[in-house]
């Protein structure tokens, strides 16, 4: 944030920051182009990966509420680790990174990428992509109308 802000008050210039998610039965991808033509180069360009702990909560939540006992929280463990990025292509002012990641046997798998970049007095603006689930299904049905009614935990 403070990156964010100094370069706003410096009236620097921000760097372009574009993506596209897409997935299907086998995969899901995302590319990321960077154009660096106005604004910085990255310093560095990552992805973060995490796994659900079953196939009943698509949930990356590090803490829950319990259902049991709706006014405690519990540990929903889910572990976000690094992961390389590929650069598809390259120019004098533009990068284009992806990851693929292959649908987990069950549950679901999150994962996005970040890309770093110098900012003013020694700080580092990180941008991110939208997170990206696979497979793109949910545990239940849609649920609408007056005889949809659940708690929120």
């Given at each position: 944030m403070r990156s964010f802000y100094l370069s706003i008050y410096d009236?620097?210039?921000?760097?372009s920051f574009k993506w596209t998610k897409t997935s299907n039965n086998t995969h899901g991808y995302i590319q990321a182009t960077v154009d660096f033509s106005v604004g910085p180069k990255p310093i560095s360009v990552l992805s973060y990966h995490a796994r659900t702990l079953n196939?009943?909560?698509r949930d990356f939540r590090l803490v829950i509420g319990d259902p049991n006992h709706p006014g405690k929280?519990?540990?929903?463990?889910?572990?976000?680790?690094?992961?390389?990025?590929?650069?598809?292509a390259q120019t004098p002012t533009t990068i284009v990174?992806?990851?693929?990641?292959?649908?987990?046997?069950?549950?679901?798998e999150?994962?996005?990428i970040q890309?770093?970049?110098?900012?003013?007095?020694?700080?580092?603006?990180?941008?991110?992509?939208?997170?990206?689930i696979i497979p793109d299904t949910y545990p239940t049905g849609d649920c609408s109308g007056a005889s949809c009614r659940g708690t929120l935990v």
């Open positions: 009236n620097r210039p921000l760097p196939d009943k909560r929280a519990i540990a929903n463990p889910v572990i976000w680790l690094k992961g390389d990025v590929v650069i598809e990174y992806s990851v693929t990641i292959a649908n987990p046997m069950s549950g679901w999150a994962f996005f890309a770093n970049f110098p900012g003013p007095d020694g700080t580092a603006l990180e941008l991110t992509t939208n997170t990206q």
